[in-house]
């Protein structure tokens, strides 16, 4: 049973750019969360998604970014226009039936 | 607001000593709190949770105790090993139904001397 798969693990992005992260859960998870984690701090949540629902987005900034989880594929967090700030390791972490949430490997985006 | 916050930000143990890591919450409807082991460049990893029913609960070579009166929340590492070097967060949830974010706190660097 593979683990929560993040990809791209590395990203480099010109400010301006977009960024796509990319998120599989856990085979029989339906629950993705993304966190975004700045160097030497913790894990700041951003938002959780159900299949198809966003159930709460509370920790997303109003503007630039985004976050989907279809009915097929991926989760995706999208990051628009991103500026220097935005760096930052991105985690996803997927549950099931119980509260016990698993992170995948993250993704390093670095905005130049 | 709610917070989850650590006492220490770093601490350094004799390998083979036990280390204890604390940490303190404030949200008094949190419910469900995790552990969880981050190495350099890698995902936080699970090491064990507990639910508010209880106080107490063990895993191999971890314990954790928790004491919802002072709202205190501890990692119990026993002998120590290098490979225990990392970042320790702790995370509380209030669970509604079947699923719920994690808040988590800042993290704390324990270091394992040889």
């Known amino acids: 049973n593979a683990g929560v798969m993040q990809n791209p693990r590395h990203l480099v992005r010109r400010r301006g750019q977009e960024a796509r992260l990319r998120c599989s859960p856990m085979k029989g998870h339906s629950h993705v969360y993304w966190y975004r984690q700045l160097p030497e701090e913790g894990l700041k949540f951003m938002v959780y998604l159900q299949k198809e629902n966003i159930i709460d987005e509370s920790g997303m900034p109003k503007e630039r970014f985004s976050a989907e989880f279809p009915k097929e594929g991926p989760s995706i967090l999208r990051i628009q226009q991103v500026v220097r700030g935005d760096s930052a390791a991105y985690f996803c972490?997927?549950?099931?039936?119980?509260?016990?949430?698993?992170f995948g490997q993250g993704t390093r985006l670095t905005v130049v | 607001g709610e917070s989850v916050g650590l006492h220490l930000p770093t601490l350094s143990v004799q390998e083979g000593d036990n280390s204890i890591i604390n940490c303190a919450y404030s949200n008094s409807a949190s419910d469900y709190f995790i552990w969880y082991k981050q190495e350099s460049g890698k995902g936080p990893q699970f090491i064990i949770d507990?639910?508010?029913?209880?106080d107490k609960r063990q895993g191999q070579r971890v314990t954790v105790l928790l004491n919802k009166t002072v709202k205190h929340l501890s990692l119990q590492i026993a002998a120590t090993q290098p490979g225990d070097s990392a970042v320790y967060f702790c995370?509380?949830?209030?669970?509604?139904?079947?699923?719920?974010?994690?808040?988590f706190g800042k993290g704390i660097t324990l270091s394992v001397r040889p």
């Open positions: 972490a997927s549950s099931g039936t119980r509260t016990e949430a698993f």
């Open positions: 995370a509380e949830a209030i669970s509604t139904g079947a699923n719920s974010k994690l808040t």
């Open positions: 507990i639910r508010s029913n209880m």
